[in-house]
Protein backbone atom coordinates (compact mmCIF):
# COMPACT_ATOMS: atom_id res chain seq x y z
CA UNK A 1 0.00 0.00 0.00
CA UNK A 2 1.31 3.78 -1.03
CA UNK A 3 -0.08 6.78 0.76
CA UNK A 4 0.68 9.95 -0.44
CA UNK A 5 -0.57 12.75 1.63
CA UNK A 6 -1.06 16.48 1.22
CA UNK A 7 -0.47 19.74 2.93
CA UNK A 8 -0.33 23.23 2.79
CA UNK A 9 -3.14 24.85 1.44
CA UNK A 10 -5.19 27.42 3.12
CA UNK A 11 -6.02 31.70 2.12
CA UNK A 12 -3.85 33.75 1.40
CA UNK A 13 -4.12 37.43 -0.21
CA UNK A 14 -3.35 38.19 -3.37
CA UNK A 15 0.77 38.72 -3.84
CA UNK A 16 1.04 36.33 -1.09
CA UNK A 17 2.90 33.21 -1.17
CA UNK A 18 2.20 29.19 0.09
CA UNK A 19 3.52 25.82 -0.28
CA UNK A 20 2.04 23.05 -0.84
CA UNK A 21 3.67 19.69 0.23
CA UNK A 22 2.87 15.91 -0.68
CA UNK A 23 4.61 13.09 1.34
CA UNK A 24 4.56 9.53 -0.33
CA UNK A 25 4.97 5.90 2.18
CA UNK A 26 4.86 2.69 1.31
CA UNK A 27 5.91 0.08 -1.07
CA UNK A 28 7.98 2.48 -3.18
CA UNK A 29 10.64 1.04 -5.01
CA UNK A 30 11.57 3.93 -6.81
CA UNK A 31 10.04 7.64 -7.88
CA UNK A 32 9.39 8.36 -11.60
CA UNK A 33 7.85 11.38 -11.48
CA UNK A 34 5.89 13.58 -8.99
CA UNK A 35 3.74 16.78 -10.03
CA UNK A 36 0.87 18.78 -9.45
CA UNK A 37 -2.63 19.45 -10.31
CA UNK A 38 -5.43 21.46 -9.92
CA UNK A 39 -8.78 21.55 -10.82
CA UNK A 40 -11.80 23.95 -10.85
CA UNK A 41 -15.11 23.25 -10.58
CA UNK A 42 -16.43 22.08 -13.75
CA UNK A 43 -13.21 21.83 -15.74
CA UNK A 44 -11.17 19.38 -16.28
CA UNK A 45 -7.90 18.78 -13.90
CA UNK A 46 -5.39 21.10 -15.54
CA UNK A 47 -1.52 20.02 -14.98
CA UNK A 48 0.85 22.65 -13.20
CA UNK A 49 3.93 21.62 -12.58
CA UNK A 50 6.38 17.92 -12.88
CA UNK A 51 9.62 17.04 -11.68
CA UNK A 52 11.30 14.11 -12.71
CA UNK A 53 13.44 11.69 -11.12
CA UNK A 54 16.44 13.26 -12.29
CA UNK A 55 15.03 17.00 -11.56
CA UNK A 56 13.82 18.15 -14.85
CA UNK A 57 11.07 20.11 -14.23
CA UNK A 58 7.94 21.44 -16.35
CA UNK A 59 5.31 24.37 -15.52
CA UNK A 60 1.79 25.61 -17.76
CA UNK A 61 2.86 28.76 -18.28
CA UNK A 62 0.10 30.70 -16.01
CA UNK A 63 2.72 29.27 -13.47
CA UNK A 64 6.11 30.11 -14.66
CA UNK A 65 7.95 32.57 -12.70
CA UNK A 66 5.56 32.28 -9.81
CA UNK A 67 5.38 28.75 -9.01
CA UNK A 68 8.28 26.46 -8.02
CA UNK A 69 7.87 22.82 -8.08
CA UNK A 70 11.05 20.51 -6.26
CA UNK A 71 11.75 17.19 -4.64
CA UNK A 72 13.08 15.33 -1.39
CA UNK A 73 13.80 11.90 -1.95
CA UNK A 74 15.29 10.83 0.84
CA UNK A 75 11.64 11.67 1.98
CA UNK A 76 9.64 10.94 -1.17
CA UNK A 77 8.37 14.21 -0.67
CA UNK A 78 7.12 16.90 -3.92
CA UNK A 79 6.85 20.57 -3.06
CA UNK A 80 4.95 23.34 -4.40
CA UNK A 81 6.45 26.47 -3.61
CA UNK A 82 3.24 29.27 -5.15
CA UNK A 83 4.62 32.97 -4.94
CA UNK A 84 2.90 36.16 -6.38
CA UNK A 85 -0.66 34.09 -5.77
CA UNK A 86 -3.25 35.63 -8.09
CA UNK A 87 -7.07 35.49 -7.46
CA UNK A 88 -7.26 32.75 -10.36
CA UNK A 89 -5.30 30.69 -8.72
CA UNK A 90 -8.02 29.87 -6.37
CA UNK A 91 -9.01 26.25 -7.00
CA UNK A 92 -7.82 22.62 -5.74
CA UNK A 93 -4.61 21.29 -5.89
CA UNK A 94 -4.05 17.63 -6.15
CA UNK A 95 -0.31 15.73 -6.22
CA UNK A 96 0.44 12.97 -8.05
CA UNK A 97 3.35 10.26 -8.07
CA UNK A 98 4.25 7.65 -10.75
CA UNK A 99 6.07 5.06 -9.15
CA UNK A 100 7.19 1.43 -9.68
CA UNK A 101 6.88 -0.45 -7.14
CA UNK A 102 9.05 -4.07 -6.38
CA UNK A 103 6.85 -5.56 -8.60
CA UNK A 104 4.98 -3.18 -11.16
CA UNK A 105 5.75 -0.17 -13.22
CA UNK A 106 4.25 3.03 -14.01
CA UNK A 107 1.96 2.88 -10.71
CA UNK A 108 -0.03 6.05 -10.03
CA UNK A 109 -1.19 7.56 -7.33
CA UNK A 110 -2.86 10.79 -6.17
CA UNK A 111 -2.79 13.43 -2.99
CA UNK A 112 -6.47 13.87 -1.52
CA UNK A 113 -6.53 17.55 -3.09
CA UNK A 114 -5.76 20.75 -1.30
CA UNK A 115 -7.59 23.81 -1.40
CA UNK A 116 -6.08 27.03 -2.14
CA UNK A 117 -7.98 30.21 -1.82
CA UNK A 118 -6.99 33.68 -3.00
CA UNK A 119 -8.73 36.26 -2.03
CA UNK A 120 -8.49 40.49 -0.95
Known amino acids: QVQFVESGGGLVQPGESLRLSCAASGSIFSINYMGWYRQAPGKERELVAT???????SYIDSVKGRFTVSRDNAKNTVYLQMNSLKLEDTVVYYC??????????????WGQGTLVTVSS
Open 96 to 109: HLNYDSWRYKNLEI
Open 51 to 57: IASVGGT
